[in-house]
């Protein structure tokens, strides 16, 4: 005796293999869940860089790095260059005889640079770029939120864009704003 399957055996087949994958599925949607909640719970599987801060002089050219956070700072002459980052932010700072000082959170570029017995300030908070130049004395001031950007120079003057801005040029008086 032969044994032939009847429709009525694969139907319930299908029905069993139907609620199996359904079920290991569900099965690795809940592993998959479970290890991501752990994660958030423990913080790993979240990416943010320790803050870094580069000061010369004592260094020549200082330049520090820390996974996603890049900061550098050169000065010659009398002159002092500070910057600091943090998360994905990038700055730098060079003085030539002034004093130089950039800070970069979030994914921001700061450049500050002075020639000269100048002050220049450059700070760029949560994703904006900024950039400030001063000479001989004056000081330049560029701050820039997320989405903006924001440049203030002794040389060529101040520019406000975006979201965000705010630049200063306190040699001359010059200054915008934008977005705020």
């Not at 719970?41 to 520090?64: E, F, K, M, R, Y």
Request: glycine share 16%; net charge neutral; hydrophobic share 40%.
């Amino acid at each position: 005796m032969s044994f032939i399957p009847t429709p009525s055996f694969f139907s319930n087949a299908t029905r069993s293999d139907r609620s199996s994958s359904r079920a290991t599925r569900l099965g690795a949607s809940v592993a998959v869940g479970a290890t991501i909640a752990a994660g958030a719970i423990l913080g790993t599987g979240v990416a943010s860089a320790a803050p870094v801060t580069c000061v010369s002089p004592p260094a020549a050219n200082d330049i520090q790095v820390s996974d996603t956070a890049s900061c550098g700072a050169k000065a010659t002459g009398a002159g002092v260059a500070t910057s600091s980052a943090s998360e994905s932010g990038t700055a730098v700072s060079v003085a030539d005889g002034g004093r130089s000082t950039s800070n970069a959170t979030g994914f921001g570029t700061a450049l500050s640079a002075v020639l000269g017995a100048g002050t220049s300030y450059s700070y760029s908070l949560g994703g904006g770029i900024s950039q400030s130049f001063a000479t001989n004395g004056a000081t330049s001031v560029a701050i820039a939120g997320y989405g903006g950007g924001a440049t203030a120079s002794t040389v060529t003057g101040v520019n406000c864009a975006g979201l965000n801005s705010f630049a200063l040029d306190l040699s001359t008086g010059r200054s915008c704003i934008a977005g705020l």
